[in-house]
């Protein structure tokens, strides 16, 4: 990628404060061109959203107030920061050509409220005091338009608290305390109950939240930091007089939450992707950042200098990424590349501007420790390198110099695109990311990493013909086994099909194979299958710069393994592969290496990427399966084949069951 014009945030150091402001503006900036006269209107594409194209430009608007509002609160300096001011007035004007419209039931609008907001309720004086006696009206009419919609019962309810701290801090006659107080009461009922500390898990397990009611299985970052643990921060910090004891209670939920949160990062600062929106890509970080925002205190045994880490590094990690910017400078839709495979329908050209919440610790002051302390690297020492998280029923793995997850339990809970990819694969890793299915035609098209994937092999169907992969969508009966043990694993079963019953063990890494961890599955089937079982995904091209494997011709590149029971591709993005281990009288032990080509896009990090994955067939009956699944990041791929050697062994505890 090539920005025709310099961008501060790429290449930034991100090791002061200073330079964190100026990767904040090299995001703002090259919104000025974008900008309607009036300042409300900011267009910068036209893929479109199942919401309609104003509500689209308020929210490429009210995003980046996100960072700005940080900035200003924390004493810094941004001239466009006008632009804002103007927009406001002109968006909330219903007689203008700007005006955004009144919020109707579960209407996108109040979404953006909530950052519009907190620029309002943090920085009154920067984007109210000075406005018109019409356009305060005006702006608190606008806010007061979502009080008594219908709204979903999740997150979004805490938009809805925004506007009404907003319409308090500026002592408006709208706001509304009673409808708060319930939309937090019912915000709290979706916290769930922490988990005692158990065996070598010495600090238990808190603070989590559900984004809805009982039955919504969905603890992503959304439980964190897109939403939840962000807005209880932000409350805590205004309502800390006004409101004491819940004000005391979300400051401990947050200190719980990051113990389990600092997890999901690796020892370069990048997050594991995981679940719905990581378009909104740095955002995943606001959580450590907002800590510094609203002077919480990080919980023993971490200090201000890993928060200060935790943030710096992941910012880093992005500032190395300038295909994540169109050529003039603006955000596209993606991760680190652009790619509308993995997008949600809600997600319009200005919707990555929500990562400006990664910037809330410029509104913490130069003078605060999180600035004033050094940058402590991830702190291992502290942590044990395995952990089990009873909430999002994940088992968060740091061995090998990799940095995973495993995961069952969870799964989307609406008609979600690419909902099976983001919540129901075995894995996740900070390096590999995961992959989207773009269609269903074949294993190219599926991009099944992380999951086993079953097809009818009944006689006389067509391959063409029958029906496509499937992979586990609704895990059963989930559970963590052994947590806090060295015996831990998840367990959960799926049915692909009405006569087809999978159980399915994931088992971390050992100490004597530090880059395998172990699936095993029990199928019992009544029906015979064809199966596909996928490691981890890596960059798709080898050492001369071609395909790995082409698909088309079958030609290979130095670099991949095809071979009975085994698969594995070494490339510039790191070492992956899959192991048969033959196991049992009724084991399936005829599967063949494969390196699949997936679709262009499907993986979230690598725009080209290869696949290893075990073919074979299940016949009627029981089957037992068990697979180790190989990975070493490109970081540390010297010495990968030393790690491919130290074959894991499938634990007495499961082949006791066999």
């Known amino acids: 990628m090539v920005l025709l014009q310099p961008n501060a945030f790429v290449d930034n150091p991100f090791q002061t404060r200073e330079d964190v402001q100026r990767g904040l503006i090299g995001l703002l900036d090259p919104l000025a061109p974008h900008t309607s006269p009036g300042g409300a209107v900011i267009d910068i594409g036209n893929t479109s959203t199942h919401y309609d194209t104003r509500a689209v430009a308020f929210e490429t608007f009210a995003r980046p107030l996100w960072g700005l509002t940080s900035l200003l609160v924390g004493g810094g300096k941004y001239e466009g920061a006008e632009r804002w001011f103007r927009g406001l007035a002109s968006g909330t004007d219903p007689t203008g050509p700007e005006y955004w419209g009144a919020s109707k039931a579960k209407d996108q609008r109040m979404v953006e409220m909530s950052p519009?907001?907190?620029?309002?309720?943090?920085?009154?004086?920067?984007?109210?005091e000075n406005q018109s006696p019409t356009a305060k009206e005006n702006i608190a009419a606008f806010l007061d338009s979502c009080q008594n919609q219908a709204m979903p019962d999740t997150n979004w309810l805490w938009f809805r608290v925004f506007a009404n701290l907003a319409l308090r801090s500026i002592k408006s006659p709208l706001f509304n305390p009673e409808r708060m107080e319930r939309d937090l009461a019912r915000l709290d009922s979706f916290q769930l109950a922490p988990h005692p500390p158990t065996g070598d898990d010495l600090v238990g397990s808190?603070?989590?939240?559900?984004?809805?009611?009982?039955?919504?299985?969905?603890?992503?970052?959304?439980?964190?930091?897109?939403?939840?643990?962000?807005?209880?921060?932000?409350?805590?910090?205004?309502?800390?007089?006004?409101?004491?004891?819940?004000?005391?209670?979300?400051?401990?939920?947050?200190?719980?939450?990051?113990?389990?949160?600092?997890?999901?990062?690796?020892d370069e600062g990048n997050g594991i992707p995981f679940g719905r929106s990581m378009i909104y890509r740095f955002a995943i970080i606001?959580?450590?950042?907002?800590?510094?925002?609203?002077?919480?205190?990080?919980?023993?045994?971490?200090?201000?200098?890993?928060?200060?880490?935790?943030?710096?590094?992941?910012?880093?990690?992005?500032?190395?990424?300038?295909?994540?910017?169109?050529?003039?400078?603006?955000?596209?839709?993606?991760?680190?590349?652009?790619?509308?495979?993995?997008?949600?329908?809600?997600?319009?050209?200005?919707?990555?501007?929500?990562?400006?919440?990664?910037?809330?610790?410029?509104?913490?002051?130069?003078?605060?420790?999180?600035?004033?302390?050094?940058?402590?690297?991830?702190?291992?020492?502290?942590?044990?390198?395995?952990?089990?998280?009873?909430?999002?029923?994940?088992?968060?793995?740091?061995?090998?110099?990799?940095?995973?997850?495993?995961?069952?339990?969870?799964?989307?809970?609406?008609?979600?695109?690419?909902?099976?990819?983001?919540?129901?694969?075995?894995s996740y890793s900070s390096t590999f990311g995961f992959c989207c299915s773009t269609g269903d035609l074949d294993l190219e098209h599926l991009a099944a990493d992380g999951a086993l994937a079953l097809r009818d092999n009944s006689p006389g169907i067509d391959a063409c013909d029958s029906d496509t992969w499937r992979v586990r969508r609704v895990p059963l009966n989930a559970r963590i086994v052994g947590r806090g043990t060295p015996e831990v694993h998840l367990r959960s079963g799926w049915r692909p099909f009405p006569d087809v019953e999978v159980e399915t063990w994931l088992v971390p890494p050992t100490s004597d194979s530090p880059n395998y961890y172990l699936r095993v599955h029990k199928v019992v089937a009544g029906r015979p299958l064809r199966s596909a079982e996928a490691g981890w995904a890596t960059y798709g091209q080898g050492e001369d710069g071609r395909a790995l494997v082409q698909?088309?011709?079958?030609?290979?590149?130095?670099?991949?393994?095809?071979?009975?029971?085994?698969?594995?591709?070494?490339?510039?993005?790191?070492?992956?592969?899959?192991?048969?281990?033959?196991?049992?009288?009724?084991?399936?032990?005829?599967?063949?290496?494969?390196?699949?080509?997936?679709?262009?896009?499907?993986?979230?990090?690598?725009?080209?990427?290869?696949?290893?994955?075990?073919?074979?067939?299940?016949?009627?009956?029981?089957?037992?399966?068990?697979?180790?699944v190989f990975g070493v990041p490109g970081a540390v791929v010297t010495g990968a084949d030393a790690e491919w050697a130290k074959r894991p062994r499938v634990p007495e505890y499961i082949l006791k069951e066999m």
């Not at 699949?596 to 037992?624: H, K």
Request: hydrophobic share 40%; aromatic share 12%.
């Open 116 to 128: 519009m907001s907190f620029a309002i309720a943090l920085a009154p004086d920067v984007f109210f």
């Open 286 to 426: 606001s959580t450590f950042s907002a800590m510094a925002l609203c002077d919480v205190a990080p919980p023993a045994p971490l200090e201000w200098g890993h928060i200060k880490g935790l943030v710096l590094r992941h910012l880093r990690t992005w500032g190395r990424q300038p295909a994540i910017f169109r050529s003039d400078g603006t955000l596209n839709i993606g991760y680190v590349y652009e790619q509308m495979h993995m997008t949600e329908n809600y997600n319009s050209p200005g919707s990555p501007y929500w990562c400006c919440k990664a910037f809330a610790c410029l509104g913490a002051p130069a003078t605060h420790p999180f600035w004033t302390s050094d940058e402590l690297a991830w702190p291992t020492a502290l942590f044990p390198p395995i952990k089990a998280l009873p909430d999002p029923y994940h088992i968060m793995v740091r061995s090998g110099g990799h940095t995973f997850l495993l995961s069952s339990g969870q799964t989307a809970h609406y008609a979600l695109r690419n909902g099976t990819a983001k919540y129901s694969k075995y």
């Open 206 to 266: 808190a603070g989590w939240s559900r984004d809805g009611p009982e039955g919504v299985m969905q603890l992503d970052y959304y439980s964190g930091s897109f939403a939840i643990q962000f807005a209880q921060m932000v409350y805590a910090k205004m309502c800390a007089e006004s409101d004491p004891k819940r004000a005391a209670s979300y400051r401990q939920r947050a200190q719980d939450y990051v113990r389990d949160f600092v997890y999901y990062f690796d």
């Open 551 to 628: 698909a088309f011709s079958g030609e290979t590149s130095k670099g991949g393994l095809e071979a009975d029971g085994e698969a594995r591709a070494t490339t510039a993005g790191g070492s992956v592969g899959v192991v048969d281990l033959a196991v049992g009288s009724s084991s399936n032990a005829k599967r063949t290496g494969k390196l699949v080509q997936s679709d262009p896009g499907s993986n979230v990090i690598f725009a080209r990427s290869v696949l290893p994955t075990l073919m074979g067939e299940v016949p009627v009956g029981t089957t037992w399966i068990a697979t180790a």
